[in-house]
């Protein structure tokens, strides 16, 4: 490779930052024989600039840099870990709260573990009131998404309220309203806290960090010990398959629910 120039490219859009090694770059710079798969020190510069400006981009560009970046220029590996802090993605590969997301239930086909946007905690217990949070989600918007279908036809409570399900509440009195309907939701609120959240403690700001919004260590998200049929199967694995269904079927009805809204919301009439 002695005596060979680098490759012209186009730096017209390279950052400001990058003015110097742009100077040295124009240069021809002779790969001895003996040294063929080390860069000049003065490229490394270069190199690292090239890597802060490809931070900027997905990381498919990021690869793409990095490969294009191998293939042009021959680099030894202590040259690669000198680019790799630079090219490296900013969230590690494992943290306690993504490894227990992996193994809960919930993780199915086709996506598998879907976290797209990289939101998923690092902690444990912040990955449990996630799930906590979800099943919730899931079970009330279960119960709305069938609440839409029959009320719309069939209310025995309130005879005279009619129309789509998303405006008859407003229909409703307010005093019928907190007796029938918030009194019951306060009810099974207050039962679910007791059943799975330490009692908030305040006696220190140690004790106070350590009990305010965090689940029983003994207590699984979700599990309310609710089962008055006796349909909880007694085999792990039927138990994991019962729940993932509970958590697909959720899902699906969570969008469900915000299709049904905003249906009945832009056409003010019934589904």
Not at 12 to 27: L, T, Y
Not at 31 to 38: G, H, V
Not at 147 to 168: M, N, R, S, T
Request: net charge negative; hydrophobic share 40%; aromatic share 8%.
């Amino acid at each position: 490779m002695s005596g060979a120039s680098a490759p012209a490219h186009n730096w017209s859009r390279r950052p400001s930052d990058c003015e110097s090694a742009r100077a040295d770059w124009s240069k021809e710079h002779v790969l001895e024989a003996d040294t063929a798969r080390t860069l000049r020190p003065d490229n490394v510069k270069y190199v690292k600039c090239a890597g802060e400006r490809g931070l900027h981009q997905s990381p498919h560009r990021i690869n793409d840099f990095s490969r294009k970046l191998r293939t042009t220029f021959p680099t030894s590996e202590s040259m690669l870990r000198t680019v790799a802090p630079v090219m490296q993605l900013i969230r590690p590969s494992t943290a306690p709260g993504w490894e227990l997301a992996r193994t809960m239930p919930g993780v199915t086909g086709p996506f598998g573990f879907f976290d797209p946007l990289n939101i998923c905690p690092e902690d444990e217990m912040d990955v449990k009131l996630w799930r906590e949070a979800e099943l919730m989600h899931c079970r009330v918007s279960m119960m709305a998404a069938a609440g839409f279908l029959v009320q719309e036809k069939f209310h025995p409570i309130f005879p005279d309220v009619d129309g789509p399900a998303a405006f008859q509440l407003d229909q409703i009195p307010v005093p019928e309203q907190a007796l029938l309907l918030l009194l019951p939701i306060f009810q099974s609120e207050i039962a679910r806290a007791k059943k799975g959240w330490m009692e908030p403690d305040y006696s220190s700001d140690a004790a106070a960090q350590g009990s305010i919004r965090t689940l029983r260590k003994d207590y699984m998200p979700g599990d309310l010990g609710f089962d008055p049929l006796g349909l909880k199967p007694t085999s792990p694995a039927e138990f994991k398959e019962m729940q993932n269904k509970e958590l697909n079927n959720g899902r699906l009805a969570m969008i469900a629910v915000a299709g049904m809204v905003g249906q009945e919301l832009a056409t003010g009439s019934v589904l």
